[in-house]
């Protein structure tokens, strides 16, 4: 059976003491592409729009880092113990080269696997992300502050704030997001627990606290990268794609029009070919 991001069924592999939970499908053979996922997110997280799309020319595998939802530990207090436990993820699977996207926190995490292990990683897609020390990334920015300190209704609504701008196109796509968000609807992770959260703010607040030349260590990642963003972030301010373009050794830059911090689902078809001709260059 040919599975697909409705379908996967979640399986579980054990590295570093933890039980990861996982879901793998697409095309098998070739180098699979990792998904990391974003704060407090799950597998059920992404867009299958996306996912699906990558999955019709390439092996897709999403998973829970430790102590996210169906994944067994606690999650760490430093972005650099989350990038360790993810190459263990990696390596237990028995891979030996991957490329490696990651989502807002997930792309902090993808960072330090390729600084971890260089000679595992192929390429690197970082979207709505930014580096050590970025503008506006010591503590969750206003605009993100209010955000998730507000109440919705349905509570998954909060990704219409999160993701999108407040333009009636940017809000008419985040609708048609949470159609495909919602489809899965077996099998679906578990929310996390209440102690995610604090522990991921903690690790973000260490890794965008300011310091002394932070973006020497961009240099150490020489692989070629894609980092993608709207050009109205509010979460990840969209600046600090720039810099991580400008910094990193080899990496193209590609800003969406009227979108913020999620703006592969608002264009996810042309995220996907974007993305993949980078992969098959």
Wanted: charged share 20%.
């Amino acid at each position: 059976m040919i599975h697909t991001h409705q379908t996967a069924p979640t399986q579980f592999v054990e590295a570093n003491g933890i039980r990861f939970a996982y879901r793998r499908f697409g095309k098998s053979g070739g180098v699979p592409l990792i998904f990391n996922m974003h704060f407090t997110g799950t597998m059920d997280h992404w867009d299958p729009a996306v996912t699906d799309g990558f999955a019709k020319n390439r092996e897709v595998i999403l998973f829970n880092n430790a102590g996210v939802s169906s994944s067994s530990g606690e999650v760490p207090t430093t972005v650099e113990k989350m990038g360790a436990n993810a190459v263990a993820f990696i390596k237990a699977l028995g891979l030996t080269k991957v490329d490696v996207l990651g989502f807002s926190i997930g792309g902090f995490v993808v960072q330090e696997i390729a600084l971890e292990a260089p000679d595992l990683v192929r390429r690197l897609v970082l979207v709505g992300t930014g580096p050590r020390g970025g503008e506006g990334m010591a503590s969750r920015t206003p605009e993100a502050q209010q955000i998730f300190g507000a109440t919705y209704d349905p509570p998954d609504e909060i990704w219409l704030s999160v993701h999108f701008t407040q333009s009636s196109a940017s809000q008419a796509a985040g609708r048609e997001f949470l159609k495909r968000f919602r489809r899965r609807t077996e099998d679906r992770d578990p929310a996390v627990n209440e102690k995610v959260a604090p522990a991921q703010i903690e690790a973000i607040g260490k890794w965008g606290a300011p310091q002394l030349k932070p973006f020497e260590y961009l240099k150490l990642i020489p692989q070629p990268a894609l980092v993608v963003n709207g050009g109205k972030d509010v979460i990840v301010y969209s600046v600090n794609s720039f810099i991580l373009q400008q910094n990193l050794p080899n990496a193209h830059l590609i800003l969406y029009p009227d979108a913020s911090h999620g703006s592969q689902y608002q264009y996810p078809e042309l995220f996907v070919r974007h993305v993949r001709m980078f992969l098959d260059a």
